[in-house]
């Protein structure tokens, strides 16, 4: 599939529910792709990408930087607390603030710095064990906490179980962010991004349905 045809389908459901295709961040989800592949993309005009690593970024996005204008990173998967300052000072949203304790440090470094990514909250709706989120019953307490910091957090952010229907917990991240005054929702991926549209995803994450299948073993 090319990054045309994702275009083509996020704008076909967001006809089909009544809105505007701009109000949809496709999120081209870079990690683990070889730089050809990502410079390609590039070519094609897109420039709003996801990383799931800070040291992965940090070794790939400065040089893009200098070719292409316009480059927005977003950084999607579980940051470390003592990687923090590195992942505001590369990316322009930060999706996985899922602790008090990486709260309190973005905070400070905030402060420091003069400068903050946007936020979004990530939320274990499946409530999984081995995942990272705040709890769906600790999601207000969280970001009353985050406001109290000064944090700029936009929205929420989920990756519903892989066995289960993901329109139940795209509704519910929904219903959380509804009742917190959050008009941002990361949510949808290759799979089921038209379903997140429906329930109104305003960022969705695309990785392998546009560059590719990843060959991890060739990265390790």
Same mark, same amino acid.
């Given at each position: 599939?090319?990054?045309?045809?994702?275009?083509?389908?996020?704008?076909?459901?967001?006809?089909?529910?009544?809105?505007?295709?701009?109000?949809?961040?496709?999120?081209? /989800?870079?990690?683990?792709?070889? +730089?050809?592949?990502?410079?390609?993309?590039? *070519?094609?005009?897109?420039?709003?990408?996801?990383?799931?690593? /800070?040291?992965?970024?940090? %070794?790939?996005?400065?040089?893009?930087?200098?070719?292409?204008?316009?480059?927005?990173?977003?950084?999607?998967?579980?940051?470390?607390? +003592?990687?923090?300052?590195?992942?505001?000072?590369?990316?322009?949203?930060?999706?996985?603030?899922?602790?008090?304790? &990486?709260?309190?440090?973005?905070?400070?470094?905030?402060? *420091?710095?003069?400068?903050?990514?946007?936020?979004?909250?990530?939320?274990?709706?499946? !409530?999984?064990?081995?995942?990272? %989120?705040?709890?769906?019953?600790?999601?207000?307490?969280? &970001?009353?906490?985050?406001?109290?910091?000064?944090?700029?957090?936009?929205?929420?952010?989920?990756?519903?179980? /892989?066995? !289960?229907?993901?329109?139940?917990?795209?509704?519910?991240?929904?219903?959380?962010? *509804?009742? +917190?005054?959050?008009? %941002? &929702?990361?949510?949808?991926?290759?799979?089921?991004?038209?379903?997140?549209?429906?329930?109104?995803?305003?960022?969705?994450?695309?990785?392998?349905?546009?560059?590719? !299948?990843?060959?991890?073993?060739?990265?390790?």
């Amino acid at each position: 599939m090319s990054l045309t045809e994702i275009q083509t389908r996020i704008s076909a459901a967001c006809t089909r529910v009544g809105r505007d295709a701009a109000d949809v961040t496709l999120i081209a /989800v870079s990690k683990v792709q070889p +730089n050809e592949r990502v410079q390609a993309v590039l *070519e094609q005009g897109h420039r709003v990408f996801g990383e799931n690593k /800070v040291q992965e970024a940090a %070794g790939k996005w400065p040089e893009f930087r200098d070719q292409f204008d316009g480059v927005e990173l977003h950084l999607i998967g579980p940051l470390q607390t +003592n990687k923090a300052r590195q992942a505001m000072s590369l990316a322009q949203a930060i999706h996985a603030v899922d602790r008090p304790k &990486l709260a309190t440090t973005i905070a400070r470094l905030a402060q *420091e710095t003069g400068n903050c990514p946007e936020l979004f909250v990530q939320v274990n709706t499946g !409530e999984e064990a081995q995942k990272a %989120g705040v709890l769906p019953s600790d999601a207000d307490g969280f &970001l009353a906490e985050c406001r109290t910091l000064d944090l700029p957090v936009v929205g929420l952010m989920c990756i519903p179980p /892989v066995f !289960e229907e993901p329109s139940l917990h795209f509704a519910l991240l929904a219903k959380i962010a *509804e009742r +917190n005054g959050l008009s %941002g &929702l990361s949510m949808g991926m290759s799979g089921d991004f038209e379903q997140a549209i429906a329930l109104g995803a305003t960022h969705i994450r695309v990785g392998s349905a546009i560059f590719g !299948e990843r060959d991890y073993a060739a990265t390790a």
